[in-house]
């Protein structure tokens, strides 16, 4: 029997599939997560935005083609936000939404809609290792409300895998890099142990740590003094921004100003000369003015970005902002035209900080990421090489480079 788990969406759901996969091969099925001919679905879903709404509706079509007798399951934020409409398409069978995805090997059997708020963390097997970084899911759900986002009302309150089984699934998986992911990390907390805890308990584990996306408010001084003595934890800092103006950022419900923003940034400079900064801005909120997105812009160089993951505003139904006025969409593009050349002259300029240099690469499949989060590209390089190198020059996406040395 063979298994197709496709995945739309955000690095969780990436997660999420790769542990629903484990499952399904400790189970006997041959599993995929590239769609083809196979005896059993499953879609995790997103909705994001309107577009990945859409390409989840689509994907049912694709797999029915492949196979229109085999079962298919749909579950994610897409789901959770209209579960009639996907148990409404021919060949659904069971969908399960976005709380209740670690009741898949008990109800796959079964036909309808299963949603039920999650009362705690859900637990899932440990997710099935593709790559050479492993990806540990700490945290679901979030309590923010963000004017924009439907996540919270979709994933539900936020809530914490154990400390325990974190640590225990780090030293298990065996890989030479950790990424902690979650919905909303920075909230993560297991009785009296929060983020930085954990970090000095995965300190023991003997590979790299990574953090996923973070909130401005966990960046202090004591946060940053835990991830210096854990040790292992890289200096890389996913610093959710949204907007350079202050006046935006209150419509969004962010909680912090732009001069907060900033200073975290220079805390973290200052813990962490190297450090890369990497953010995510959203273009054309509905009360952007071209002040507004101006003010994006010249953060982008004041805060020293390594990447900008830039986004145009998509009005989520059920969000406060979604009852307000949208750009136009040709605002919009010209505003994303505008901030992704900012986005690549910060890139530049970040990586040009660094040949020259020396620093530790751990080889994925096509080229790897140095502690810091450069790409890199090195002749000789092979899937799974934790090398120190050289950096030459800036190529693509990132810098190419020559190995000095393999790490043992």
């Avoid at 492993?134 to 539900?156: E, H, K, M, T, W």
Wanted: proline share 3%; net charge neutral.
């Amino acid at each position: 029997m063979k298994a197709c788990v496709f995945t739309l969406g955000c690095k969780m759901n990436e997660v999420e599939s790769a542990s629903l996969m484990r499952g399904l091969e400790a189970r006997g099925f041959e599993v995929t997560d590239e769609l083809g001919y196979a005896d059993l679905y499953l879609l995790n879903t997103c909705a994001v935005t309107a577009e990945a709404e859409r390409k989840s509706r689509q994907a049912i079509g694709r797999m029915r083609r492949y196979n229109a007798l085999a079962p298919v399951v749909v579950l994610g934020c897409a789901a959770e936000r209209d579960a009639e409409a996907f148990f409404k398409r021919e060949g659904v069978t069971l969908v399960l939404g976005a709380q209740n995805k670690g009741r898949f090997f008990d109800l796959m059997e079964k036909r309808g809609i299963f949603r039920e708020a999650e009362c705690g963390f859900s637990e899932l097997p440990p997710p099935k290792q593709t790559k050479t970084r492993a990806f540990l899911r700490i945290q679901d759900g979030c309590d923010r409300f963000c004017s924009y986002c439907v996540i919270p009302y979709l994933r539900g309150r936020t809530r914490s895998q154990r400390a325990e089984r974190v640590v225990e699934e780090a030293k298990r998986c065996g890989a030479k890099e950790i990424v902690l992911t979650g919905i909303d990390i920075s909230s993560y907390r297991d009785g009296g142990t929060d983020l930085g805890g954990l970090l000095l308990r995965l300190g023991e584990v003997p590979a790299r740590v990574r953090l996923g996306s973070l909130e401005e408010g966990i960046v202090t001084d004591e946060f940053l003094a835990q991830m210096k003595a854990a040790g292992n934890t890289v200096p890389h800092f996913h610093l959710s921004l949204q907007s350079g103006s202050d006046a935006v950022l209150k419509k969004m419900n962010r909680r912090y100003t732009c001069a907060e923003y900033l200073d975290c940034c220079r805390r973290i400079y200052a813990n962490f000369p190297d450090a890369a900064i990497t953010t995510d801005i959203i273009v054309g909120f509905p009360t952007e003015t071209e002040e507004d997105f101006e003010a994006s812009l010249s953060i982008v160089a004041e805060a020293g970005f390594a990447r900008v993951h830039c986004f145009p505003f998509s009005p989520r139904p059920g969000t406060v902002a979604a009852k307000w006025e949208d750009l136009p969409a040709s605002v919009k593009r010209g505003r994303m035209e505008r901030l992704i050349e900012a986005a690549h002259a910060a890139e530049r300029a970040y990586i040009g900080r660094f040949l020259g240099r020396e620093l530790t690469v751990l080889f994925e499949e096509d080229g790897g990421y140095t502690e810091n989060y450069i790409r890199v590209y090195a002749e000789g390089a092979r899937e799974g090489m934790l090398a120190r190198v050289k950096l030459l020059k800036t190529e693509k996406d990132g810098a190419r480079a020559e190995i000095s040395e393999e790490i043992i």
